[in-house]
């Protein structure tokens, strides 16, 4: 069963001038469990090698106390018109095309990958439980975090080096900002970025395409002509991206696949300096709209976090006919074997027009001496 946020604008970012945000979603069956979403790791040089040789943009301009935030991201239709001229030889998301309706024939699997993207894309459904989580589209919330993130320096550079994960990534704002943060050149440090997304046709889409735009806007602004345009992705272009983040001391990994303890296990295989395999701060963004996925998520963020590390959980209050909500997940995380952990509102998010408000969560484990 598919089913749609009630959103009335479907462009990629999914915010309306009304902020008519209450959803009425019919209720969701669950999926058939499947091995084909199983997480795996994708290097940052294996997804640069997908970027196509443009991309067309449009530029999100965010509200700051201070000056406005500046995020360029990729163009549905620009994914659209990759999807439709790509080669059938390469490789499928199992995540979309599931073991179960699988041809075994590369064309023809392609094919169904293809025409479920694009339905996807042109705003059909929002999400399809177990194939597609609403990671080519922007949210409300990742906006929030992304404020709040910038109302809090102190989080780039309270931590040296620094370990960020963001959780259902999707077009990936707040990561974008913070990435954006450290390629300034007063930024100093290590810093490790892992995006873990559903899909991995969105981290090959939207995700990465993202991270290079705002490199781009970050290093070599004059390539950008804000706030949308079209950027030609030389092979130039490409080289000294990866270069001039290994200059600069900045690792970006993807994970794509299901929440869980394979997950996990794959988020503990490279251990930090200071946090063991721990990470410095955990975000996540509408990623508990439905209990199903509520306790898994919270199982990975917990786990992914090192000792003195924090969770960032951007959410509205309640999503109708979804069944999550924030005291939901925060019932999750109190009950959470073993204890010690501490939940709360660190910002609250009004709306107009009488749209559900959103906050924003901070978890952070309580030590031994009851002090976080």
């Not at 300034?184 to 981290?203: I, K, R």
């Not at 994970?255 to 988020?267: K, P, Q, R």
């Not at 919270?298 to 909500?325: C, E, N």
């Amino acid at each position: 069963m598919s089913f749609r946020f009630n959103f009335s604008n479907a462009s990629d970012v999914s915010l309306n001038d009304n902020n008519g945000i209450a959803p009425e979603i019919p209720p969701i069956a669950p999926p058939v469990p499947h091995a084909a979403t199983s997480p795996r790791l994708h290097t940052l040089e294996e997804l640069v090698s997908t970027l196509p040789q443009n991309i067309s943009y449009n530029t999100l301009t965010i509200s700051n106390a201070s000056k406005p935030i500046h995020i360029p991201r990729r163009e549905l239709y620009d994914v659209r018109m990759q999807l439709m001229a790509e080669d059938d030889d390469l490789p499928i998301d199992s995540t979309i095309i599931l073991a179960s309706q699988s041809t075994k024939n590369s064309r023809i699997d392609k094919e169904k990958e293809r025409t479920a993207l694009l339905s996807f894309i042109n705003g059909n459904e929002d999400v399809r439980p177990g194939v597609y989580e609403g990671g080519l589209k922007s949210w409300e919330c990742s906006v929030d975090l992304v404020q709040y993130l910038s109302s809090r320096a102190d989080i780039l550079h309270n931590c040296n080096p620094l370990k960020i994960l963001e959780l259902g990534c999707g077009t990936s704002l707040p990561s974008l900002y913070l990435f954006q943060q450290a390629l300034q050149p007063a930024a100093a440090g290590a810093y490790t970025l892992h995006l873990a997304d559903y899909n991995y046709s969105v981290l090959r889409l939207v995700t990465l395409p993202n991270v290079f735009l705002s490199w781009v806007l970050a290093t070599s602004p004059h390539l950008l002509t804000l706030p949308n345009g079209d950027l030609d992705v030389t092979a130039e272009l490409k080289y000294y991206f990866l270069s001039s983040l290994q200059s600069a001391n900045i690792s970006v990994g993807f994970i794509s696949g299901a929440w869980g303890d394979e997950m996990l296990s794959l988020l503990s295989s490279k251990p930090h300096p200071q946090n063991g395999n721990g990470y410095d701060l955990v975000l996540g963004s509408e990623t508990i709209y439905e209990p199903r996925t509520m306790g898994e998520f919270t199982k990975v963020l917990l786990g992914a976090l090192g000792p003195r590390g924090r969770g960032l959980v951007s959410a509205k209050r309640i999503y109708f006919g979804v069944g999550g909500s924030v005291g939901g997940f925060i019932d999750i995380v109190k009950k959470r074997e073993g204890g010690g952990w501490d939940v709360r509102e660190v910002e609250t998010v009004g709306r107009e027009k009488g749209g559900v408000g959103g906050v924003i969560l901070e978890v952070k484990k309580v030590d031994e001496l009851g002090e976080m």
